[in-house]
């Protein structure tokens, strides 16, 4: 992602209307009017805001014939978030494991759990994280991911987003005593 495409999402951002159609269109997809309809806003109002988010590339438009199906790009958004990164760069010897040269980055929390060691914060922001090299996730624990060439180590927190909220009902324990007296 360019540098100058990241104030267009953030300018875009910057709207309470447009995050709010942001928020539904990352649950479902919609129609201009269905957005319009769930915000209680008019449909060209709703429309000048989707070109907004069109223009940042925050949605997808789907034309079905005349009807057009919206969806969240749900890539940009993690893309955007990639702006507030740090980079680094460590110089070691071949063969090293990543988590070995991991150690000599600043503000990189290792903690050990039994005979494993793994990532638990960084510049003090505990959490669970997970690497990938050259883009890639490995399917081996990071203390046995050896670097024979160089490479990109990207380290990524697993952050708690809500997508779902379910409610389980479970009735008061006295109905249960009740149904298991007359058994």
Not at 118 to 130: K, N, P, Q, V
């Amino acid at each position: 992602m360019s540098g100058g495409s990241v104030p267009v999402i953030f300018k875009a951002l910057s709207s309470k209307t447009r995050m709010e159609m942001l928020r539904l269109l990352l649950q479902d997809e919609y129609h201009i009017s269905g957005l319009a309809n769930e915000l209680g806003i008019s449909v060209p109002v709703a429309a000048k805001h989707v070109k907004r988010l069109e223009d940042a590339d925050l949605v997808h438009r789907k034309a079905f014939g005349r009807t057009h199906v919206l969806s969240a790009n749900r890539k940009r958004l993690y893309d955007a978030m990639d702006t507030f990164s740090g980079d680094y760069e460590v110089h070691t010897q071949r063969g090293i494991n990543i988590l070995d040269a991991l150690k000599e980055v600043d503000g990189i929390g290792i903690k050990k759990v039994g005979d494993k060691e793994f990532i638990a914060s960084i510049d003090g922001e505990e959490g669970f994280y997970i690497y990938e090299v050259n883009g890639k996730s490995p399917a081996v624990p990071i203390n046995e991911y050896t670097m024979d060439d160089g490479g990109e180590i990207q380290i990524k927190r697993l952050v708690p987003v809500l997508t779902k909220r379910v409610r389980v009902r479970i009735p008061p324990a006295e109905n249960t005593v009740k149904k298991r007296g007359r058994e």
